[in-house]
């Protein structure tokens, strides 16, 4: 294969490429050819030592995916911002919020007042059955200092029971306020989303 | 040699041929292939890809009537060069701790 040979298969590889791409590529073969062939060796050995056309048409594929991770340097942010805010409430939607603030806003506390009693039940239902564990064990000691024996095994057995019973119930309540946490965080970040989008 | 780690080592290969002194392509690949498998075909991406990082910058030069595309490094790519120097020194000593003998 000659030059202008190999440079028009060239220029048909890169048909698909934009013109100015494909120029370079010409470009750039036919001057690494004219060098090649300038240090010495005929027009096809130089041609030759470009590679096949199969093993061109590869890197060529490889290298022209619209400039990717292939041909660029990673750059260090690679965030794009995202181009459909489908998430987002309209602006329309947020002005009319805000005009209707007197109306939403009373509710809100309203809400809240109900979200923070259910915090008041969560920290009662705590002072409870901390109390009962406190007299159960308060109980269980002074079991022994009852005067019969039947009398110790009642004030233990009530005592321990107390006790038991106030450690489970404390168990089951923070397990039930720590998903209260977990569900209150999900609703602020629906609501945070809302306005933000994403 | 890992695909990755013998593009990065090529591009830094590429960016020594011409770091003394501005080179042109079939240079670049003669003073590069003691040392890495490389082709002209393979070259070329990577002086691609070099130029678009602004790590170096290409002109034209007359030659025998024809014109020579002639690549300058420039600061960025010297920047990459050193970085690639600190960050291997780093990788020489784990390799002397790897392959000490007791």
């Known amino acids: ?198 | 040699m890992d695909v990755q780690l013998k593009r990065g080592l090529l591009d830094v290969c590429v960016l020594a041929a011409i770091k003394n002194e501005d080179s042109y392509g079939y240079k670049i690949v003669k003073d590069v292939r003691p040392f890495m498998t490389i082709s002209e075909s393979t070259l070329y991406p990577i002086l691609r890809r070099l130029e678009s990082s602004d790590m170096l910058t290409v002109y034209s030069v007359e030659h025998n009537g024809r014109l020579r595309k002639y690549y300058r490094i420039t600061q960025k790519g010297l920047d990459r060069i050193r970085s690639f120097r600190d960050e291997w020194s780093e990788i020489l000593a784990v390799y002397s701790f790897v392959t000490r003998e007791e």
């Open chain 1, 1 to 198: 294969m000659n030059k202008l040979q190999f440079l028009n298969q060239l220029r048909q590889l890169t048909a698909s490429l934009p013109k100015d791409e494909a120029e370079k590529y010409v470009e750039y073969y036919s001057e690494m050819i004219d060098d090649a062939i300038e240090e010495g060796g005929t027009e096809e050995e130089a041609v030759a030592s470009m590679g096949t056309p199969e093993e061109i048409k590869a890197y060529i594929k490889e290298n022209s995916g619209g400039h990717s991770k292939t041909t660029e340097y990673p750059k260090t942010s690679q965030y794009v911002p995202q181009q459909n805010k489908s998430n987002k409430l309209p602006v329309w939607a947020i002005v009319v919020l805000i005009c209707c603030f007197p109306i939403w806003l009373p509710i809100c506390f309203a809400l809240l007042s109900v979200y923070i009693s259910l915090w008041a039940v969560v920290i009662s239902l705590f002072a409870a059955f901390g109390s009962i564990i406190v007299v159960g064990i308060a109980a269980s000691v002074s079991a022994f200092f009852c005067g019969s024996f039947p009398q110790l095994l009642a004030m233990l057995g009530a005592g321990l029971f107390c006790t038991g019973f106030g450690l489970v119930m404390i168990v089951a309540v923070s397990a039930f306020s720590k998903q209260f946490v977990r569900f209150t965080a999900f609703l602020v970040n629906s609501i945070i989303r809302l306005f933000r989008g994403y």
